[in-house]
């Protein structure tokens, strides 16, 4: 499966984004996906993860209650919402999938990963 990251840009402090993973290849439906996030000198981190269907979530304590992941299977499309987006959360945002039914928050276990969309959060 290919995957491809989009709806990166500027934003204020307390503002909202949307970002986009698109996949192609392969049966879409069948794969988990996660986003994770990278910042200039840092580790990869996560951020949201949803199931094959949408019916689990799993989110980092960072974000539960402003981000909100889900998808459309019919569009072969991940959503990610962010809103009340911090300084601290620019980096560069990634989505990645995975066969396998359990939801992961360690980024090695997914094996097939988008490009990256950039996120700077400045007044």
């Known amino acids: 499966v290919q995957l491809q990251a989009s709806g990166g840009g500027l934003v204020q402090p307390g503002g909202s984004l949307r970002l986009s993973c698109a996949a192609s290849?392969?049966?879409?439906?069948?794969?988990?996906v996660g986003w994770f996030r990278q910042a200039p000198g840092k580790e990869r981190e996560f951020v949201a993860a949803i199931s094959w269907t949408g019916g689990r979530t799993y989110y980092a304590d960072s974000v539960k209650g402003r981000f909100t992941i889900s998808r459309d299977n019919v569009k072969s499309t991940v959503y990610l919402q962010m809103n009340s987006l911090k300084p601290e959360e620019t980096a560069v945002y990634y989505c990645a999938a995975d066969a396998r039914p359990r939801l992961y928050s360690n980024y090695v276990e997914y094996d097939y990963w988008g490009q990256g969309t950039q996120v700077t959060v400045s007044s």
């Open positions: 290849g392969r049966s879409f439906s069948s794969y988990a």
